[in-house]
Nanobody
Framework: QVQLVESGGGLVQAGGSLRLSCAASGRTFSTYVMGWFRQAPAKEREFVAAISTSGANTNYADSVKGRFTISRDNAKNTVFLQMNSLKPEDTAVYYC??????????????WGQGTQVTVSS
């Protein structure tokens, strides 16, 4: 049974930083592309970032390029999202998931509880 447990969210001022973590289980973590998504109030869930199995390749939404960095620790079955230069429009609940590929970005499993990120102006 897949479990996705996100943590690290909080309230931060614009221009600040946060580091999100996602502990994943239920699949062989090191063999799957991982990704982060977010959902703001009254909006659809959207893709944020993805990372290949080895960490050598990444993919980012245009809105976060240059500000967010995705990374992973295969020994700890954990994927991270370092978020710098945060903007109020980054406010959302952030989720991670196993992905079908770094190109299709299709999530494979049900969503976890997510972690709330709130950026004040």
């Amino acid at each position: 049974q897949v479990q996705l447990v996100e943590s690290g969210g909080g309230l931060v001022q614009a221009g600040g930083s946060l580091r999100l973590s996602c502990a994943a289980s239920g699949r062989t973590f090191s063999t799957y592309v991982m990704g982060w998504f977010r959902q703001a109030p009254a909006k659809e869930r959207e893709f944020v970032a993805a990372i290949s199995t080895s960490g050598a390749n990444t993919n980012y939404a245009d809105s976060v390029k240059g500000r967010f960095t995705i990374s992973r620790d295969n020994a700890k079955n954990t994927v991270f999202l370092q978020m710098n230069s945060l903007k109020p429009e980054d406010t959302a609940v952030y989720y991670c998931n196993f992905l079908a590929s770094i190109v299709t970005l299709r999530p494979l499993d049900s969503w976890g509880q997510g972690t709330q990120v709130t950026v004040s102006s």
